[in-house]
T-cell receptor, first 113, second 110 residues
Framework: DADVTQTPRNRITKTGKRIMLECSQTKGHDRMYWYRQDPGLGLRLIYYSFDVKDINKGEISDGYSVSRQAQAKFSLSLESAIPNQTALYFC????????????FGEGSRLTVL | GQNIDQPTEMTATEGAIVQINCTYQTSGFNGLFWYQQHAGEAPTFLSYNVLDGLEEKGRFSSFLSRSKGYSYLLLKELQMKDSASYLCAVWSRGNNRLAFGKGNQVVVIP
């Protein structure tokens, strides 16, 4: 079983719909992240959380929100999806401290029509 | 802010050596990381450098020069399974998070 699990893995939706992507981890890590990946643009950070009470904006947080319900769960919401939010979304975790060793989920491919 | 630059694509022959370069500009540098990403899959951690010099890990080595803002990943004895995108990422104290370059696609041919 994967240590970092994302659901759904694939989703097609329409403009204006609310979408939630969920991430859960069994690694016991404090830190969790949401990235999106677009061809030619690489991985860009949307939001990150260093513990249950901590939420931080990344480079491209507009149009997104997150919730850290527990140490093991970090969900990403698109309140009103738009076509340019079509992308591959990755959740990742890391240990506390200054570490760039991230453990990624398998990704959620979102298509907004 | 951070500026991370990598070439976009290269082709190499099975058994050969390939060097993937990465240049960066950042304040409060605290480590450079390399990830491998196969098509349609998640990135996986390969190596990291905090101090200047070469770190060797089997067929893969990574080099860092902090004064030049430069790193490279060296892949030796290339295998077909090494065909992937290689992502360079920088951790800086100021941002306290990892910023990725756009990745370099390596295609290994027989």
């Amino acid at each position: 079983d994967a240590d970092v699990t994302q659901t759904p893995r694939n989703r097609i939706t329409k403009t204006g719909k609310r979408i939630m992507l969920e991430c859960s981890q069994t690694k016991g890590h404090d830190r969790m992240y949401w990235y999106r990946q677009d061809p030619g643009l690489g991985l860009r950070l949307i939001y990150y959380s260093f513990d249950v009470k901590d939420i931080n904006k990344g480079e491209i947080s507009d149009g997104y929100s997150v919730s850290r319900q527990a140490q093991a769960k970090f969900s990403l919401s698109l309140e009103s999806a738009i076509p340019n939010q079509t992308a591959l979304y990755f959740c990742a975790t890391s240990r506390a401290g200054e570490t760039g060793e991230l453990f990624f989920g398998e990704g959620s491919r979102l298509t907004v029509l | 802010g951070q500026n991370i630059d990598q070439p976009t694509e290269m082709t190499a022959t099975e058994g050969a050596i390939v060097q993937i370069n990465c240049t960066y500009q950042t304040s409060g540098f605290n480590g450079l990381f390399w990830y491998q990403q196969h098509a349609g899959e998640a990135p996986t951690f390969l190596s990291y450098n905090v101090l200047d010099g070469l770190e060797e890990k089997g067929r893969f080595s990574s080099f860092l020069s902090r004064s030049k803002g430069y790193s490279y990943l060296l892949l030796k004895e290339l295998q077909m399974k090494d065909s992937a995108s290689y992502l360079c990422a920088v951790w800086s104290r100021g941002n306290n998070r990892l910023a990725f370059g756009k990745g370099n696609q390596v295609v290994v041919i027989p």
